[in-house]
């Protein structure tokens, strides 16, 4: 009977030991609930010991990013920051710097503009033309 219930306890540590630990992947993830359509405007996949990048490159986006996420691919211990722009603005610059020397960076972008300010963005151009 003892045996049954180290086992038992044994089996329930292990358990809960491995549901709340933690991944090592730190994410930016800001895209609050609203009941407005988006569209994706830009995703790609950035690589390399250190990431420091404009999105996009030049210029602007026609509207405001509405919702921002950087995913850690490779589960690094490293946190995206944004340094300019983001949330709310037409562009964004983040920075990713390695936490392990030598460490290769993988993360995966993805923008999203609100669909209806896309076409009323879209309307002032066509207009002014």
């Not at 086992?7 to 730190?26: E, H, M, N, Q």
């Not at 509405?66 to 300019?84: A, K, M, R």
Request: overall charge negative; charged content about 25%.
């Amino acid at each position: 009977m003892f045996s049954t219930i180290f086992k038992l306890l044994f089996l329930v540590t292990t358990l809960i030991l491995v549901d709340i630990s933690p991944s090592r992947a730190d994410n930016y993830n800001k895209c609050p609930e609203t009941s407005h359509l988006r569209s994706l405007i830009y995703q790609n996949t950035l690589k390399g010991r250190v990431i420091h990048v404009r999105i996009p490159g030049t210029g602007f986006f026609e509207a405001p990013i509405t919702c921002l996420q950087v995913t850690d691919i490779n589960e690094s211990f490293s946190t995206p920051v944004v340094e300019e722009g983001g949330y709310g603005r037409e562009y964004v610059v983040l920075r990713i710097d390695p936490v392990e020397s030598g460490e290769q960076l993988e993360y995966d972008v993805q923008i999203y503009i609100d669909e209806d300010t896309r076409t009323t963005a879209w309307r002032k151009t066509r207009h002014q033309l």
